[in-house]
């Protein structure tokens, strides 16, 4: 397991940064509060993004080229399923991880304001 810095919490991948503009207390809660993911964790989900990129990559190639818009929007359709995806991986490990570490270490509530903040990122 690696141990992500303070200046990364919330990141799961060394060039990711998220920017808490909603909840002026965030910067608090980020000095106390890491995660922890194994190697393999993270390098499968920038492997996942790096193929998402493609994809986005090549949906932009097909617009340049003027290919049908149904073609486009299945691939589009694909690009979104692939991320939702990969959203569920970093859910799915936040809640068995980052939630189970807050619970043992007496924070949880802290842990279950900013995965509720987040989903509603998400889900909006």
């Known amino acids: 397991m690696i141990l992500v810095d303070k200046t990364q919490a919330h990141s799961h991948s060394p060039q990711a940064s998220h920017h808490h503009h909603e909840d002026p207390t965030s910067e608090a809660n980020e000095a106390t509060h890491s995660h922890v993911h194994s190697e393999e ?9 790096s193929r998402i990129e493609g994809h986005i990559r090549g949906v932009k190639t097909m617009v340049q080229e003027s290919r049908p818009c ?18 569920r991986i970093i859910l799915d490990e936040h809640l068995t991880e980052c939630v189970a570490r807050a619970t043992e270490a007496g924070n949880i509530e802290v842990e279950i304001a900013e995965l509720k903040a987040a989903l509603d990122r998400f889900l909006d």
């Open 70 to 87: 149904p073609d486009v929007l299945v691939q589009i359709a694909a690009v979104r399923g692939a991320l939702n995806r990969v959203a």
């Open 41 to 49: 964790s993270l390098r499968s989900i920038v492997n996942r993004l």
